[in-house]
């Protein structure tokens, strides 16, 4: 597992709430932190990694969970 | 199109990747209201129908049609409406500029007589919003990607995402961290590109053709029976020598699946690969600067 900042749980919603609750936790970080999203698999690990390239995060590590999820460690503007 | 009412008519209107501009569509609007009942009709593949145009008012209609650079759809045997997403243009998926495309189809095709219907369609990537395999030829946006070792992080991003399963990412200890890409079971959709976040996914866009789609009385899925390929002039004369042999080998009134079914899907392989179309273009699909001894690549045939 790797080191953490700051850590969100998105299995609990689906699209389009996904990346807007995993946005919102990013945004209470500071430059350079790292977040854990904790999210599903299909829609969210397609979707919600590719939208923080978009806004410029970088995703460091995809870990796959015992329960079939997702967590991916995301630097705040990494990139 | 006849209508159940006599000497009605529903006006279907030509439309090329389900795009009409907003005067043209104001036309519409007009003739709707002046000479069918205050409707239109939005087909199922991105056309335009005005119905309850009488008769006596179908010339009129035409010209009026005309005066907003519009026309008359097709019906019968021949090449139908070209529809298409919006595509790279516009949509973040996008791997081709579809919009582009289906109109140098609608050009070259469109309204081309032949033994039965033929429907050409356009999707901008694999989420295959157009339905490309439900068209006698289908095309999809591609993308052959390449990897490059020394940017990567190997983070693991996209061997989760890959819908093949074509990546394995093994972390390593102590920097001997590896990647091995299969690319027999690679479907060219491209994710990789797009999500990696570090770039070390480039990628070359291209078509994925389907052949023998069918959605009617009979239903049948398109085949792809071709790599991807590159270049839209080799996707020219891919379809060019598709609607050749669709027009050699069909009995009158037969669909080109049923043609294709009959006639055998070697004859149509051998018939596209012997003009010699593909055989630069393959060529070229050799990966590039690759870590070749990183790649298992598919067992030369
Ligand atoms: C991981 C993030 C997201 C995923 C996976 C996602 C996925 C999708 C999908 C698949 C649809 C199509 C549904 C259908 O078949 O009709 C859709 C529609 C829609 N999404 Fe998202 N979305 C995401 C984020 C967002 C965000 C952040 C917003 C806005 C805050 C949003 C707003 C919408 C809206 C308004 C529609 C409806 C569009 C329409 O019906 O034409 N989505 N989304
Ligand atoms: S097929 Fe792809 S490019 Fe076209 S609209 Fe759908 S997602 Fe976008
Ligand atoms: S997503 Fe990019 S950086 Fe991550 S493992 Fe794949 S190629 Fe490497
Ligand atoms: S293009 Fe698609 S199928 Fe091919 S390796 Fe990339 S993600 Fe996998």
């Known amino acids: ?79 | 199109m006849r209508q159940v009412q006599k000497d009605c008519f529903s006006m279907r209107i030509r439309s090329v990747g389900g795009q009409i501009g907003a005067e043209q569509l104001k036309k519409v609007y007009e003739i709707a209201q002046d000479y069918g009942q205050g409707y239109v009709h939005l087909t199922s593949r991105q056309g335009i129908e005005i119905p309850f145009i009488k008769l006596e008012d179908v010339e009129t209609v035409k010209s009026e049609l005309a005066k907003a650079g519009l026309e008359p759809g097709a019906c019968g045997p021949r090449v139908r409406t070209v529809t298409a997403c919006q595509g790279s243009a516009i949509c973040p998926s996008g791997l081709i500029d579809t919009s582009a495309l289906a109109k140098e189809l609608d050009a070259r095709y469109f309204a081309k007589d032949l033994p039965h219907k033929f429907k050409l369609a356009v999707t901008g990537c694999g989420n295959n919003c157009l339905k490309a395999e439900e068209n006698d030829l289908g095309i999809k946006g591609g993308m052959q990607p390449v990897w490059d070792k020394s940017t990567c992080s190997l983070c693991g991003l996209c061997e989760v995402i890959c819908p093949g399963k074509a990546i394995i990412v093994s972390k390593g200890d102590k920097g001997d961290g590896n990647l091995v890409f299969t690319q027999e079971k690679c479907t060219n959709c491209g994710k990789c590109v797009k999500s990696c976040p570090v770039g070390a996914w480039q990628g070359k866009a291209g078509f994925l053709i389907y052949f023998g789609g069918t959605f009617g009385n009979q239903i049948a899925v398109g085949k792809q029976i071709l790599p991807i390929i590159f270049s839209q002039e080799k996707l020219f004369s891919v379809i060019d020598a598709t609607i050749a042999f669709f027009a050699k080998y069909a009995r009158p009134g037969e669909r080109f699946r049923s043609t294709v079914e009959r006639v055998g899907w070697e004859l149509l392989e051998k018939e596209l690969l012997e003009k010699e179309l593909l055989e630069k273009e393959l060529a070229e699909t050799v990966l590039p600067e690759m870590e070749l001894a990183e790649i298992v690549l598919p067992e030369q045939k």
């Open chain 1, 1 to 79: 597992m790797h080191n953490r900042d700051g850590f969100v749980d998105i299995t609990d919603v689906v699209c389009p709430i996904t990346f807007v609750k995993a946005k919102i936790a990013m945004e209470e970080m500071e430059s350079g932190k790292i977040l854990e999203v904790k999210m599903n698999d299909g829609e969210p690990i397609q979707n919600v990694p590719r939208s923080f390239k978009d806004e410029g995060h970088k995703v460091i590590q995809v870990v796959k969970n015992e329960d079939g999820t997702y967590s991916v460690f995301i630097e705040k503007d990494g990139l």
